[in-house]
């Protein structure tokens, strides 16, 4: 992906005032070098990646800046809308507790979403990574996708055009509840590692 050419003006305003008082302090730098992240790699698929104070709300999953509030990680949802890259919203997650996150706008369904159907994901039987958080993500170098919306995202998910790999066997029973009978669950599969100490991914079992 290139740069972004357009933001709502919430978004513009949101992150303006972020990265005016928080980009590139001590909490930042300590995040990239915990969880190995470089900022040049991250921002083709993530744009400006940044570490704020955060309050969040229970789902629907929100967030907001808040001076009170505990360090979150902070990074722009993309989307190419008429063949342009637009920044859709902003998500954030909590550093202690990545499980905790949500967007600025509730806008952001997923995070990768173009990969869904993108037929080279799937080259080789391989499945498209399904991550439950968006560090994760951030960590596999952005390949794959991040629900970010379980409301709306299943529907969207469900449209992949070959197998998902979810993290283990109780995520990938989260995504068939998700997405329904829309999605066969022969087509989740979960890495042996994570029931038999294999490496190979597997169907969910029936």
Do not use: K
């Not at 919430?10 to 980009?23: M, N, P, Q, V």
């Not at 969880?35 to 104070?53: C, K, M, S």
């Not at 068939?176 to 979960?190: C, D, E, K, L, Y």
């Not at 038999?196 to 079992?205: K, S």
């Amino acid at each position: 992906m290139t740069a972004p050419i357009s933001a709502s003006l919430s978004i513009t305003l949101a992150r303006t005032d972020a990265l005016a008082h928080w980009e590139t302090t001590p909490a930042w730098f300590g995040f990239l070098r915990a969880n190995g992240l470089d900022p040049r790699e991250i921002e083709p698929f993530a744009g400006t990646i940044g570490v704020v104070p955060c309050r969040f709300t229970p789902p629907p999953r929100r967030f907001r800046l808040d001076p009170d509030g505990a360090d979150a990680a902070f990074f722009e949802v993309l989307a190419i809308e008429d063949g342009e890259i637009v920044v859709a919203d902003l998500v954030a997650f909590d550093v202690a507790d990545p499980t905790i996150f949500g967007t600025l706008e509730g806008c952001g369904v997923l995070l990768g979403a173009d990969q869904i159907e993108n037929p080279s994901r799937y080259l080789g039987d391989r499945p498209l990574l399904v991550h439950r958080t968006p560090l994760t993500w951030l960590r596999a170098g952005c390949q794959g996708v991040v629900v970010l919306d379980e409301r709306r995202g299943g529907g969207r998910l469900a449209g992949a055009l070959g197998n998902l790999l979810a993290e283990d066997l109780d995520h990938a029973r989260a995504l068939h509840r998700m997405m329904g009978r829309a999605f066969p669950t022969r087509r989740i599969r979960v890495p042996s590692a994570s029931i038999r100490g294999q490496r190979d991914p597997r169907p969910v079992a029936r």
